[in-house]
């Protein structure tokens, strides 16, 4: 089944009088297909993105012009080629020639009229839709949901990039859950908090793992498996250091068009585990939120509508 980027790229070729194949063979379909597998560094996002914006005449720099015009040093645009699978700049080279000359041929005609932007949505569009199809079975989201609202403490995982994803999650679980615990620094005081968070009783961790992972968040859930706690993982990725180090994992793709990545999916994910959550302890949960609205309205928390 098409997603629904290609679904409306074919339709808007119907109208031109291309064929399906005519429109996945596009130049920039081609070149999207060869950047988006490998896990880039914001660097080599922006040799990505530039040579899918000039590559007609990009795919034809040397390595100094191209390292130049992209604002990068050569060693960049080497550790590049291989990001993406290939031996040097020589050989990924002359598949982007291939490419060019491909679009030359055919008048550069492009799939759609979208920019970059547009395409960063659309690869948002496309997580989000391989969400709900996970949600199709919710079960293993509910059960987990449920052992997070029993763990006191319960604490939460998220180190470097990861750190807004678990502040967020920590910000909403402590309107339902009398125990939150956030940890976004990593080394001796991620430690330290994950063997207090065991001894006070807690029996679940949370984590966070974005691209780029971080050795430190593999370190700090090898740390709470050691003492005994339990760690549900929401990552990009089923398989994986971090992924084979946690008990359970949620994988749920990253928008990962622009220089930074996006976490439309990872964040409605965090919020079904929150969905869970309030779910498990209905009445905890409504005594709770009902104090909170009482303090917030005593104290002014809010501006009024």
Not at 11 to 27: C, D, L, Q, R, Y
Not at 198 to 216: D, K, N, Y
Not at 232 to 250: K, R, S, W, Y
């Amino acid at each position: 089944m098409p997603s629904p980027q290609q679904a409306r790229a074919q339709a808007s070729a119907i109208t031109s009088g291309k064929t399906a194949a005519e429109v996945e063979a596009s130049p920039t379909s081609q070149l999207r297909a060869l950047f988006d597998g490998p896990h880039l560094s914001p660097g080599q996002r922006r040799i990505a993105q530039y040579l899918i914006e000039n590559i007609t005449e990009a795919a034809f720099l040397s390595i100094t012009d191209l390292a130049e015009r992209v604002g990068v040093s050569q060693p960049s645009v080497t550790r590049f080629a291989g990001a993406v699978g290939f031996s040097g700049y020589p050989a990924l080279r002359e598949k982007l020639q291939s490419i060019a000359l491909g679009a030359l041929a055919g008048g550069a005609a492009e799939e759609n009229s979208s920019n970059e932007l547009q395409a960063a949505v659309d690869a948002e569009i496309d997580n989000l839709e391989n969400l709900r199809r996970d949600f199709g079975n919710p079960d293993q989201v509910i059960q987990v949901g449920r052992e997070l609202s029993r763990s006191t403490p319960l604490t939460l995982l998220g180190l470097r990039i990861s750190a807004s994803l678990a502040e967020y999650f920590a910000y909403a679980a402590r309107r339902i859950h009398p125990d939150v615990r956030l940890v976004t620094r990593g080394g001796s005081v991620a430690y330290d908090a994950l063997l207090q968070s065991r001894e006070a009783g807690g029996t679940w961790v949370l984590a966070f793992s974005m691209p780029r992972h971080a050795q430190e968040t593999l370190t700090a859930v090898r740390v709470a498996r050691s003492a005994g706690l339990r760690v549900a993982l929401v990552t990009d990725l089923a398989l994986g250091p971090v992924a084979d180090a946690a008990d359970v994992v949620f994988a749920t793709g990253t928008g990962s068009r622009l220089v930074f990545d996006s976490y439309a999916a990872p964040g409605v994910m965090a919020a079904a585990l929150l969905q869970a959550m309030t779910d498990a302890d209905p009445e905890r949960t409504q005594a709770r939120l009902e104090d909170y609205e009482q303090i917030s309205d005593q104290h002014q928390f809010f501006l009024r509508d």
